[in-house]
C-alpha cells in the first residue's frame, strides 16, 4: 500500500483559510489522491479527490504538485465543524481505502 | 442527500455470541465494504462486496466474519463468535462502482462492545 505522510496535528482560527499537506513521494502515475474526514463520533467523510490537476469542490480544493508528490487540501474558510481528522488516501488498483493516522485539525474560535 | 444508514447505532454482546451489524447503502450503489475502527486507532478495511460475492477481504477478516445482501436493500456483517477484540466501531460505505476515482460514503457506524 503506498504511503502517505501528514502531520499529527493542526490549528487554525475560525473563518481563515486552512493548508493541510501530505507527501506522497513514491505515487505511480495511475494512483488517485483522496481526501476523506472524520468528525468526532462519525463515520470518514468523502471531501474531494484528484489524479494530476487541481480540483475544487463545495467543501474544499485540492492543490496537487506538479511532480505528485505532494498535494494540499485547502479549506477556503475554516468553520468549528470542519474540526475532524483529515486523512489523505492514494488509491491503488484496490477497492479498499487504506487510511493512515491522518492529521487532527483543531479550529479555534 | 442520500447516505448510508446503519443500526444498531450500539450493541452489546456477550463474548462468544453471535451478531449481526446492518446497514442499508445509498440505493443505486453497486459496491458495498465494511471497515472498522478499534479505539483510538486507525480505520481499518475488512471487507469490499460486489455482485453478491466478496471481492476483496483483509486478513481480519477471517472465518468468523461473513457477509451478506439478503435483500435489494440491507447488506450485513455477522460475527459467529465474537472475542473481546472485535469491540470496535463498524462502518459501512457504498460506492457506485469501484473504481479509484470513485468516492466511498460511509455510514456513521455502530459501535460493538463485547463483554
Known amino acids: 500500500d503506498a504511503k502517505t505522510t501528514q502531520p499529527n496535528s493542526m490549528e487554525s482560527n475560525e473563518e481563515e483559510p486552512v493548508h493541510l499537506p501530505c507527501n506522497h513521494s513514491t505515487i505511480s502515475g495511475t494512483d488517485y489522491i483522496h481526501w476523506y474526514r472524520q468528525l468526532p463520533s462519525q463515520g470518514p467523510e468523502y471531501v474531494i479527490h484528484?489524479?494530476?490537476s487541481n480540483v475544487n469542490n463545495r467543501m474544499a480544493s485540492l492543490a496537487i504538485a506538479e511532480d505528485r508528490k505532494s498535494s494540499t487540501l485547502i479549506l477556503h474558510r475554516a468553520t468549528l465543524r470542519d474540526a475532524a481528522v483529515y486523512y489523505c488516501i492514494l488509491r491503488q488498483g484496490a477497492q479498499k481505502l487504506v487510511f493512515g493516522q491522518g492529521t487532527r485539525l483543531t479550529i479555534n474560535p | 442527500e442520500p447516505e448510508v444508514t446503519q443500526t444498531p447505532s450500539h450493541q452489546v454482546t456477550q463474548m462468544g455470541q453471535e451478531v449481526i451489524l446492518r446497514c442499508v447503502p445509498i440505493?443505486?450503489?453497486?459496491?458495498f465494504y465494511w471497515y472498522r475502527q478499534i479505539l483510538g486507532q486507525k480505520v481499518e478495511f475488512l471487507v469490499s462486496?460486489?455482485?453478491?460475492?466478496?471481492?476483496?477481504k483483509s486478513e481480519i477478516f477471517d472465518d468468523q466474519f461473513s457477509v451478506e445482501r439478503p435483500d435489494g436493500s440491507n447488506f450485513t456483517l455477522k460475527i459467529r463468535s465474537t472475542k473481546l477484540e472485535d469491540s470496535a466501531m463498524y462502518f459501512c460505505?457504498?460506492?457506485?462502482?469501484?473504481?479509484?476515482?470513485?468516492?466511498?460514503?460511509f455510514g456513521d457506524g455502530t459501535r460493538l462492545s463485547i463483554l
Open positions: 462486496f460486489y455482485n453478491n460475492e466478496i471481492s476483496e
Open positions: 484528484g489524479l494530476t
Open positions: 440505493s443505486n450503489h453497486l459496491y
Open positions: 460505505a457504498s460506492s457506485e462502482w469501484g473504481t479509484l476515482n470513485q468516492p466511498q460514503h
